[in-house]
């Protein structure tokens, strides 16, 4: 592995408010090479470039939609939806290509919704594709 790329990969629990950011409510980070994700749950990027981001977020509630949203520096940038209310598990999940500056922050929101019990299966990951 190339030590100038990082990666980063962790579960996310949702034990939160509504519109709090999930920046404030990580729970475990599995890998964090470079240690550019923060103990506040948020990557900051460690130098200009092309970095890949994906997620996917359960929810395990039916009768409930939730919206998820991928920020950069506090607006966000893509969103993700899990709103089926026949069935009790279902993944809102998206991922994006994101051209960053060095110490841009990107981070999870749950804009909608409740994912109590959910956290345990949701994870976020990104990692550098191209330094520029």
């Given at each position: 592995m190339n030590t100038k790329q990082l990666f980063y990969f962790f579960p996310?629990?949702?034990?939160?408010?509504?519109n709090l950011p999930l920046h404030k409510s990580i729970f475990q980070i599995l890998v964090?090479?470079?240690?550019?994700?923060?103990?506040?749950?948020?990557?900051?990027?460690?130098?200009?470039?092309?970095?890949?981001?994906?997620?996917?977020?359960?929810?395990v509630y039916q009768s409930q939609t939730i919206q998820v949203n991928l920020m950069l520096n506090g607006k966000p940038v893509i969103s993700a939806f899990a709103g089926d209310k026949d069935v009790t598990r279902e993944a809102a999940t998206n991922g994006v290509l994101l051209y960053l500056d060095k110490e841009d922050k990107v981070y999870l929101k749950l804009?909608?919704?409740?994912?109590?019990?959910?956290w345990q299966y949701s994870t976020f990951s990104g990692f550098l594709v191209f330094p520029l």
């Open positions: 996310v629990p949702f034990k939160r408010q509504k964090n090479v470079g240690n550019f994700f923060t103990l506040e749950s948020v990557f900051v990027a460690p130098r200009k470039g092309i970095y890949s981001f994906s997620f996917h977020v359960i929810k804009e909608k919704g409740n994912l109590v019990g959910g």
